[in-house]
């Protein structure tokens, strides 16, 4: 295999370091552990996987006797003609009264027969094993996200010290030209054109800075937290097949493991379950219900030359019924209810087909990834070796006078985008190879812990002074 090495020198000189001690880089499951514990979604997900929980208990809790305490107290009082026979005879007279009542009681129902409170207890259930594999999925999303954005990072660095390199190749090619010019050797348009490639070459700078700020800004969107320098993949990388290497079975653990599509199964399953709650509204519902409960009321009446009348009432009473009640009409609003739960099933059937459709792409897609990336790993480090040839010959024909500055600095650039795009296809490598793993339900932090063994330190951009070296 070619020795990168060579070639990446030609980007990442070391000789130019700074001479502070450059701080640690970050590593990749270092960058997942702030993930863990700054991003907002993985915390919403956990957050509604314990609001989920609550449904069981929920469910259970109308299924045990319900207990209720109820009291009042009230005072009143009234006056106005009556007509009363007094000692004198018969007469209309203004009467008073004054009344204070006292009133509590114990309730206490239980169900016996509600077939809303069975379907319940049913999606419990299941709504529990949906959040278990939706947040289960947005650990595995989490870990995904995490190493796009980490290695969208290494990408932009790689472009800003590839444009960097290019940039300062450019600057000694100007200083030449414009020397040479000076003695006669060469006309007026070789600086022209070597002025107006520097130029460019500037205004790419500035681009590629602003995409390496931008890049790491999504990245201090996961984390909460900025990092300058991250771990980047050694050249002694390992391209692994995936295991198993067949695309049927990956297929297979997918349409089987994959927990947004576990989700979405259980959606609608909750969905069917929704048509039988809301047809409750048909049934009949039996209940056993218990009170107990006592009233004590002091009542004053007061007569017109007589003595005031004081009237004390206390009563107690206790019951126990069945209660059963039959829906007859409800105007109509059951059966639309009813037929709107069907019409949201019908919905959750297509939302489920969707999403194994998506499940099944995902597999595949990642799966001939993988192999695809790595063959294009392969062939883009034979295009580096190829590109580093072609520049020195273009270089050595532009010393004789059969090659322009122009295909000298074509050649230069063309060099410097393949060492690019061969550290791009190596992070698209990795990146495949984990949304396998979650196509198929399997990715774990572990994947992360096994990737990490094969990054290391490397400058990043500003800590030193890329410059191409020739071969010797």
Same mark, same amino acid.
């Given at each position: 295999?070619?020795?990168?090495?060579?070639?990446?020198?030609?980007?990442?000189?070391?000789?130019?370091?700074?001479?502070?001690?450059?701080?640690?880089?970050?590593?990749?499951?270092?960058?997942? #552990?702030?993930?863990?514990?700054?991003?907002?979604?993985?915390?919403?997900?956990?957050?509604?996987?314990?609001?989920?929980?609550? /449904?069981?208990? #929920?469910?259970?809790?109308?299924?045990?006797?319900?207990?209720?305490?109820?009291?009042? %107290?009230?005072?009143?009082?009234?006056?106005?003609?009556?007509?009363?026979?007094?000692? &004198?005879?018969?007469?209309?007279?203004?009467?008073?009264? $004054?009344?204070?009542?006292?009133?509590?009681?114990?309730?206490?129902?239980?169900?016996? !027969?509600?077939?809303?409170?069975?379907?319940?207890?049913?999606?419990?259930?299941?709504?529990? =094993?949906? /959040?278990?594999?939706?947040? @289960?999925?947005?650990?595995?999303?989490?870990?995904?996200?995490?190493?796009?954005?980490? !290695?969208?990072?290494?990408?932009?660095?790689?472009?800003?010290?590839?444009?960097?390199?290019?940039? $300062?190749?450019?600057?000694?090619?100007?200083?030449?030209?414009?020397? *040479? !010019?000076?003695?006669?050797?060469?006309?007026?348009?070789?600086? #022209?054109?070597?002025?107006?490639?520097?130029?460019?070459?500037?205004?790419? +700078?500035?681009?590629?800075? *602003?995409?390496?700020?931008?890049?790491?800004?999504?990245?201090?969107?996961?984390?909460?937290?900025?990092?300058?320098?991250?771990?980047?993949? &050694?050249?002694?990388?390992?391209?692994?097949?995936?295991?198993?290497?067949?695309?049927?079975?990956?297929?297979?653990?997918?349409?089987? #493991?994959?927990?947004?599509?576990?989700?979405?199964?259980?959606?609608?399953?909750?969905?069917?379950?929704?048509?039988?709650?809301?047809?409750?509204?048909?049934?009949?519902?039996?209940?056993?219900?218990?009170?107990?409960? @006592?009233?004590?009321?002091?009542?004053?009446?007061?007569?017109?030359?007589?003595?005031? +009348?004081?009237?004390?009432?206390?009563?107690?009473?206790?019951?126990?019924?069945?209660? !059963?009640?039959?829906?007859?009409?409800?105007?109509?609003?059951?059966?639309?209810?009813?037929?709107?739960?069907?019409?949201?099933? *019908? =919905?959750?059937?297509?939302?489920?087909?969707?999403?194994?459709?998506?499940? $099944?792409?995902?597999?595949? +897609?990642?799966?001939?990834?993988?192999?695809?990336?790595?063959?294009?790993?392969? /062939?883009?480090?034979?295009?580096?070796?190829?590109?580093?040839?072609?520049?020195?010959?273009?270089?050595? &024909?532009?010393?004789?006078?059969?090659?322009?500055?122009?295909?000298?600095?074509?050649?230069?650039?063309?060099?410097?985008?393949?060492?690019?795009?061969?550290?791009?296809? *190596?992070?698209? %490598?990795?990146?495949?190879?984990?949304?396998?793993?979650?196509? =198929?339900?399997?990715?774990?932090?572990?994947?992360?812990?096994?990737?990490?063994?094969?990054?290391?330190?490397?400058?990043?951009?500003?800590?030193?002074?890329?410059?191409?070296?020739?071969?010797?």
């Amino acid at each position: 295999m070619i020795n990168i090495n060579k070639f990446k020198a030609l980007i990442l000189t070391l000789g130019a370091l700074v001479l502070s001690t450059p701080a640690h880089s970050a590593s990749l499951l270092e960058i997942y #552990q702030q993930a863990l514990q700054g991003d907002p979604q993985i915390h919403e997900a956990e957050a509604r996987r314990m609001a989920a929980l609550e /449904a069981k208990p #929920q469910a259970r809790g109308v299924y045990l006797p319900q207990l209720s305490f109820g009291g009042a %107290y009230s005072t009143s009082e009234n006056s106005g003609p009556q007509f009363v026979v007094l000692p &004198g005879g018969a007469q209309t007279v203004t009467v008073t009264s $004054e009344s204070d009542t006292l009133d509590w009681s114990f309730s206490l129902r239980q169900s016996i !027969f509600r077939w809303d409170q069975i379907v319940n207890m049913k999606r419990a259930d299941k709504t529990i =094993a949906r /959040a278990e594999a939706v947040r @289960e999925a947005a650990q595995q999303d989490l870990i995904v996200r995490v190493a796009q954005r980490y !290695f969208d990072v290494l990408a932009a660095e790689d472009r800003l010290n590839s444009i960097i390199a290019d940039r $300062e190749a450019i600057a000694r090619q100007l200083e030449q030209a414009k020397q *040479r !010019f000076d003695v006669g050797l060469i006309a007026i348009t070789d600086v #022209q054109e070597s002025q107006a490639a520097y130029d460019q070459s500037v205004a790419n +700078d500035i681009g590629a800075r *602003r995409s390496l700020a931008t890049a790491r800004e999504f990245l201090r969107e996961i984390t909460g937290e900025y990092v300058v320098d991250l771990n980047a993949p &050694g050249d002694d990388f390992p391209l692994a097949t995936p295991d198993p290497n067949n695309e049927k079975t990956w297929v297979e653990m997918s349409l089987s #493991q994959n927990l947004i599509l576990v989700a979405s199964r259980l959606d609608e399953g909750l969905a069917r379950d929704e048509i039988s709650y809301r047809r409750n509204g048909y049934y009949p519902t039996l209940e056993l219900v218990a009170n107990t409960g @006592e009233r004590d009321s002091d009542t004053t009446i007061s007569i017109p030359t007589l003595d005031p +009348d004081f009237q004390t009432l206390n009563s107690k009473s206790d019951s126990i019924s069945l209660q !059963f009640n039959v829906p007859l009409f409800a105007g109509g609003s059951t059966s639309s209810r009813v037929k709107e739960a069907v019409y949201l099933h *019908r =919905a959750s059937r297509q939302q489920l087909q969707r999403v194994t459709r998506e499940t $099944e792409r995902q597999a595949r +897609d990642s799966y001939l990834g993988v192999l695809a990336e790595i063959a294009r790993v392969n /062939a883009l480090e034979q295009a580096v070796s190829s590109s580093q040839t072609a520049l020195q010959a273009t270089q050595a &024909g532009y010393e004789v006078g059969t090659r322009t500055i122009v295909e000298v600095l074509n050649s230069q650039f063309a060099l410097y985008v393949a060492i690019t795009n061969y550290y791009q296809s *190596r992070y698209d %490598y990795i990146l495949n190879a984990l949304r396998l793993k979650q196509a =198929a339900g399997t990715l774990q932090v572990q994947d992360l812990e096994k990737i990490d063994q094969w990054l290391s330190d490397r400058p990043s951009p500003g800590q030193v002074r890329p410059a191409p070296r020739e071969e010797s």
